[in-house]
């Protein structure tokens, strides 16, 4: 009896040892030691602060057109075509997103119809009825080092319901409470649909650029 009293103690004593060696590592650190949760902050854009313009360049080919004249409607030839334009457009709401004081994402939402552009064929180039507003998002920053930026930002805009992938470098700094966004970036307007196939294959480039200056807050 005694010998089994014995090998009992020793065999709960082996047990416990065991079980305080699991409890914790080499540097003596819990395994229930919480991990610290990631922080993130929301802001919205300051539409009041923020502006947004463009520049559009269009090389339109030679193209033939009935027009209507003295009352009939009659074919008229016009010669290839080269525009300049540029103008505003009003940024009306936003957010951008950060992660442990990282920018992680954002976006922008356009009121197309301060996209203003000239006459082309009777109309104009965005159907602000049906689709009032796009939206440009921000997928992603990476540290970037070039002249006046130090992100590069990974974008889609979407128009009339179709998306498009953007890369651009961007500025971002922040100052008491306020994230000032800068950049520039570009898109082809004949990768959306903006025109018909007819009207498409009428068009050499038609290129926009927009330049950004957004402020968003906390």
């Given amino acids: 009896m005694k010998y089994i009293s014995i090998l009992t103690l020793f065999l709960l004593f082996s047990c416990g040892s065991e079980l305080t060696e699991t409890t914790g590592d080499a540097s003596g650190t819990s395994e229930t030691e919480q991990i610290p949760e990631d922080v993130i902050a929301d802001m919205e854009l300051n539409a009041e602060e923020s502006s947004a313009t463009w520049d559009r360049f269009l090389d339109q080919k030679a193209t033939k057109k009935k027009v209507k004249l003295f009352g009939a409607m009659v074919d008229m030839e016009l010669g290839p075509m080269k525009l300049n334009m540029n103008g505003d457009v009003t940024p009306i709401r936003g957010g951008l997103i950060t992660t442990n004081d990282e920018f992680t994402s954002g976006n922008l939402i356009f009121d197309m119809a301060t996209f203003k552009f000239a ?15 796009s939206e440009l998002t921000f997928d992603s920053f990476e540290e970037y080092a070039g002249d006046n930026y130090n992100y590069m930002a990974s974008m889609t805009l979407t128009i009339q319901e179709h998306s498009e992938k953007i890369e651009a470098p961007v500025s971002l700094t922040t100052t008491d409470g306020t994230t000032q966004l800068t950049g520039v ?34």
């Fill in 119 to 133: 006459e082309e064929q009777g109309q104009g180039l965005f159907d602000t009825k049906d689709y009032p507003e």
């Fill in 185 to 218: 970036f570009s898109f082809n307007t004949l990768d959306f649909p903006l025109r018909d196939n007819a009207k498409k294959s009428e068009v050499n480039v038609d290129k926009i650029t927009v330049n950004l200056d957004l402020r968003y807050v906390e």
